[in-house]
């Protein structure tokens, strides 16, 4: 079992940044494959990025791309979501989620994860 708990989240102004951390309680980090989603009010979880085991390729929602960038650490069991030029359209929870295996092709399913965060909101004001 594999506790995920994000923090970072809070209210910033549109244009603002935010760093979003993901810290897991896996004793091996590496073998997790991470994404990040979000959900507004009234709408679907959805896919806002992700990252390969040892982070050498990342993926992104085409809302968020060249704006926000997915890292992670893996002597600390963290993963990052550094969000830049925020938009109000970018309020949502935020929810990291990991999954473990060696097959990433469905990683913008939500499906395809095994552990899920609680989740951090972040607020965007106009």
């Known amino acids: 079992q594999v506790q995920l708990v994000e923090s970072g989240g809070g209210l910033v102004q549109a244009g603002g940044s935010l760093r979003l951390s993901c810290a897991a309680s896996a004793r091996t980090f590496s073998s997790y494959f991470m994404g990040w989603f979000r959900q507004a009010p009234g709408k679907e979880r959805e896919f806002v990025g992700a990252?390969?085991?040892?982070?050498?390729?990342?993926y992104y929602a085409d809302s968020v791309k060249g704006r926000f960038t997915i890292s992670r650490d893996n002597d600390k069991n963290t993963a990052y979501l550094q969000m830049n030029s925020l938009k109000p359209e970018d309020t949502a929870v935020y929810y990291c989620?990991?999954?473990?295996?060696?097959?990433?092709?469905?990683?913008?399913?939500?499906?395809?994860?095994?552990?899920w965060g609680q989740g951090t909101q972040v607020t965007v004001s106009s």
């Open positions: 990252i390969t085991w040892r982070g050498s390729t990342t």
């Open positions: 989620a990991a999954h473990l295996g060696n097959d990433g092709r469905r990683f913008r399913d939500k499906e395809f994860y095994d552990y």
